[in-house]
């Protein structure tokens, strides 16, 4: 703008004086010229200016993060104490890390209060207590808000609990490094994201030394094998970044498999098949239950047909538990699951009834 009048402001004067014949109008062309590379340039180096103050406040943050202490069982180690245990960690065997073999996969959540605040903030979870057991499938649902995510962020150590305990494989999910924890758990996110590659370059990103048959059964699996097999080049299919090439649905299913191959302990969905239709989403948690006897499933859905069938269904309201049990139990039982259902009733659940 500055530049723009600066221009109107010489043709006006410029014009008055080549009207009075003090000035020619090559020189009025010639002064716009110089006066907008002066303008110009002092405007870069006004953005530069503007530019190192932005850079400043990012690096003093970095700088925060990187000099960030390890919390680990309510004790505060340096960064050179937590990379020294973190690489002692690294180089026991997993089943060390296990206490027993007869827990694995299982959860405990005892009495656990959370607060993204620290002990401070108003807590998104309230004394949140029950035991996922191995082998069970349970269904964790409720309206937005109430705590799913939060609550299975806890599992793999994205956060640790203000209060209370969070148990896997029998052990405080504290006493793990998290390295070593996050191998036995696999997340499935609502959004899928695949990298620019083949197909099986991105199944195999959740086991660098996937063979190409544990590839095939987790896409199998996760229902995702008939459409890459429909693929002129099939599983060396390329992908574009952030699977373009792909719809929705079989972005999720991609993601399932990726998550499958790893063979976890614990597989975790957070509303990872919203854009699956109800009868592929079927398939796919009926292909789950006979994968691995030993394998916990947590469900996270705002779905209430992806939830029924689970071992044991989990509904939260604000950040607390309002009923636990199977699907007919709490629509005798928990006023709150049945609004969900009523909300939800029609073709799609009268089916499932």
């Known amino acids: 703008m500055t530049v723009n009048f600066g221009i109107a402001a010489v043709i006006w004067i410029g014009g008055v004086r080549v009207d009075q014949g003090h000035m020619q109008v090559g020189h009025i062309i010639a002064f716009i010229n110089y006066m907008t590379q002066i303008l110009f340039s002092l405007m870069m180096i006004s953005n530069v200016f503007t530019m190192y103050v932005r850079a400043k406040a990012s690096s003093d943050r970095i700088g925060e993060v990187f000099s960030e202490t390890d919390r680990n069982i309510g004790t505060e180690k340096t960064r050179s104490e937590a990379d020294a245990e973190n690489a002692s960690l690294a180089g026991r065997s997993r089943t060390e890390l296990v206490f027993s073999e007869?827990?694995?996969?299982?959860?405990?959540?005892?009495?656990?209060?959370?607060?993204?605040?620290?002990?401070?903030?108003?807590?998104?979870?309230?004394?949140?207590?029950?035991?996922?057991?191995p082998g069970e499938t349970v269904g964790i649902i409720g309206s937005t808000g109430s705590g799913k995510s939060t609550l299975v962020s806890l599992i793999p150590r994205f956060y640790d609990a203000v209060s209370g305990t969070v148990r896997v494989n029998g052990a405080d999910a504290r006493s793990f490094e998290p390295r070593a924890l996050r191998e036995r758990i696999a997340v499935v996110p609502q959004k899928a994201v695949l990298f620019s590659g083949t197909v099986a370059e991105n199944i195999r990103w959740g086991k660098e030394a996937a063979s190409n048959e544990e590839i095939v059964l987790a896409a199998k699996l996760a229902q995702a094998h008939e459409f890459i097999a429909s693929f002129p080049e099939g599983y060396d299919t390329f992908l574009g970044q952030g699977g373009v090439n792909l719809s929705g649905g079989q972005k999720q299913r991609m993601s399932i498999a990726r998550a499958?191959?790893?063979?976890?302990?614990?597989?975790?969905?957070?509303?990872?098949?919203?854009?699956?239709?109800?009868?592929t989403e079927a398939r796919i948690m009926a292909g789950l239950r006979g994968y691995s006897s030993g394998l916990t499933c947590l469900v996270i859905a705002q779905r209430i047909t992806s939830v029924m069938d689970a071992?044991?269904?989990?509904?939260?309201?604000?950040?607390?538990?309002?009923?636990?049990?199977?699907?007919?139990?709490?629509?005798?039982?928990?006023?709150?699951?049945?609004?969900?259902?009523?909300?939800?009733?029609?073709?799609?659940?009268?089916?499932?009834?």
């Open 102 to 133: 007869r827990d694995r996969g299982r959860i405990d959540f005892e009495n656990v209060v959370f607060s993204y605040e620290g002990a401070g903030g108003d807590p998104v979870l309230k004394n949140v207590t029950f035991s996922c057991l």
């Open 260 to 279: 499958l191959v790893r063979g976890p302990d614990i597989l975790i969905l957070d509303d990872c098949t919203s854009a699956v239709d109800v009868a």
């Open 311 to 353: 071992d044991r269904i989990v509904v939260l309201d604000d950040g607390a538990i309002a009923g636990m049990g199977k699907h007919d139990e709490l629509l005798r039982q928990c006023r709150t699951y049945r609004e969900i259902y009523r909300s939800q009733a029609g073709k799609e659940a009268a089916g499932h009834a």
